[in-house]
């Protein structure tokens, strides 16, 4: 029997919190993912820490804010010497795995895990860097546009499906490897796919669980751009939403596989969980399921991320094991920074003290009370569609928005949880606004972090031109493969009937003969 429990990490990309039953959102089917949720805790107020995929990730991984780890928007390079969680977990005697999606940019596609079994779906070049001195003009390094949203609807495959149904195949089997395996160590896999990330097609299959006619529509109906602040309107343009009129027929269609999407991502989850079961691993395995960040679906006439409001920002939490109280929902503010510390104190049973960088995040088996003067976390965003950073914390139920000369913006969320009321220009709330105001300024240098963000880019705008002349040095993973090791090989293990016998699973000894040769 391990000492140490195992951890798995189930990561969706661009799973909204806020369509999830487990969140008081009953919009997509997902009877895995509320099985856990039963036998575990909802985290109900968890935050990204950026509302894209690399800073969110990076952060996720070094349990610092984007801006502490110096990764600003999906081409920034995340550091080798930067500690993460597979550091750490390396250190205290942990096998760490990564399986699927990370979005790395930059020469290290490892960054602390022993191994890695498929590579990325996304670059690791720094072909997306954002450059601020654009921002007048209409551009999108990542070319996000809505014709994922015109064109949502069935296929019989996609690339996303192909990647996720490559991922998904690999960690099973991973699973069943480590069971079989004879490395005593406990594992870290972490299982990351791109569902229910846009365009927004699925299978017939996943389709059909929804009835179009009942697929519900946005909570807040579409916001004309003239009525929408400075940052919504530049992220209009952003994603070119200037090119379509979108209609009725296409959001619902959007929503549709956006949720049939989800329920998909729901099956790979509660697969995974299956072989925890078969293998007899369950019992002493944490299972977390997180996302990167949220999609809007359509609310305020948003689509996809890069914004500040809920959907965008609000990300699935829930985690099971021999630590977290089973049938529990967590109000304490929460974000992906929580992960590191968390992952750490399950390790070292709370014995960890040492962290090489000073982390922002908080074990979530030791959180603040809701009501505590502690229950504050911070989020900010410094990618495309911005012009300076934005800067975002949410105080109990006080959440407050400002991005250089913008407009502030804050809301009550207890009262408008769907970010309707500004109170930034409310005399009654002048105290609270100061208070908000306080607490950013305390935790960022915005000039200095403005001038940091504009360097990178233009190094790395200048570096990626240079690197395109000549050959390209590509710094995409290509997973190893040693088919000299694999299933039978006489070379190292003469015994094939006792190579086959090891890898049976459940494992049955073997019968010794009832007339042995001599």
């Known amino acids: 029997m391990i000492d140490k429990p195992n951890i798995l990490v189930v990561q969706a990309d661009q799973l909204t919190a806020l369509c999830l039953s487990a969140y008081g959102k009953p919009l997509a089917l997902t009877p895995h993912i509320d099985k856990i949720a039963a036998q575990g805790t909802v985290f109900t107020n968890t935050y990204c820490n950026s509302p894209v995929c690399g800073p969110s990730r990076a952060s996720m991984m070094t349990g610092r804010i984007p801006s502490n780890v110096g990764v600003y928007d999906n081409a920034g390079e995340f550091l080798s010497s930067e500690p993460t969680f597979a550091h750490y977990l390396r250190a205290l005697g942990y096998q760490t795995t990564l399986c699927g999606k990370m979005h790395f940019v930059g020469p290290d596609q490892l960054h602390g895990f022993e191994r890695r079994l498929t590579t990325d779906i996304y670059p690791s070049d720094y072909g997306w860097t954002a450059d601020w001195s654009k921002i007048k003009e209409e551009y999108s390094p990542s070319r996000m546009s809505l014709h994922s949203v015109v064109e949502a609807g069935l296929c019989d495959r996609s690339l996303q499906i192909d990647y996720d149904e490559h991922v998904f195949n690999t960690a099973r089997q991973e699973l069943f490897d480590l069971a079989r395996s004879a490395d005593e160590r406990p594992f870290l896999l972490h299982v990351s796919f791109t569902h229910p990330h846009n365009p927004f097609v699925t299978t017939k299959e996943f389709w059909d669980l929804y009835d179009q006619d009942q697929i519900s529509m946005p909570e807040v109906g579409y916001i004309p751009y003239q009525d929408r602040d400075p940052w919504a309107q530049r992220y209009y343009m952003t994603i070119r939403q200037d090119e379509f009129d979108i209609t009725d027929e296409q959001l619902r269609n959007a929503r549709h596989a956006y949720f049939a999407m989800t329920s998909y991502f729901d099956t790979l989850v509660g697969d995974l969980v299956a072989v925890l079961e078969k293998t007899g691993t369950l019992d002493n395995t944490y299972v977390f399921v997180i996302s990167d960040h949220g999609d809007m679906i359509g609310e305020r006439g948003m689509w996809f991320k890069f914004n500040p409001f809920e959907g965008s920002v609000r990300v699935p939490l829930i985690g099971m094991g021999p630590r977290i109280p089973a049938g529990q929902r967590e109000p304490a503010l929460t974000t992906l920074v929580d992960l590191l510390p968390t992952f750490v104190d399950i390790a070292s049973d709370g014995k960890f003290d040492s962290y090489a960088s000073a982390i922002d995040g908080r074990s979530l088996l030791d959180l603040p009370a809701a009501d505590s003067d502690e229950n504050i976390v911070f989020f900010e965003y410094c990618g495309e569609g911005v012009h300076a950073p934005a800067l975002m914390c949410r105080d109990k139920n006080i959440k407050y928005i400002s991005c250089g000369d913008d407009p502030e913006m804050m809301f009550n969320l207890e009262i408008d949880p769907n970010e309707q009321n500004n109170l930034a220009g ?41 690197m395109k002349q000549g050959v390209f040095p590509s710094w995409d993973y290509t997973p190893p493969f040693d088919a000299s090791r694999a299933y039978v090989r006489g070379a190292i293990d003469p015994n094939t009937t006792a190579t086959k016998a090891r890898k049976r699973f459940p494992f049955v000894p073997t019968t010794p003969p009832q007339n042995p040769r001599r």
């Open 426 to 466: 409310n005399p009654r709330y002048a105290k609270t606004l100061a208070t908000m105001r306080a607490h950013v300024a305390n935790r960022w240098d915005e000039p200095n972090l403005a001038k940091r963000v504009e360097t990178s880019q233009k190094n790395r705008l200048f570096v990626q031109e240079a």
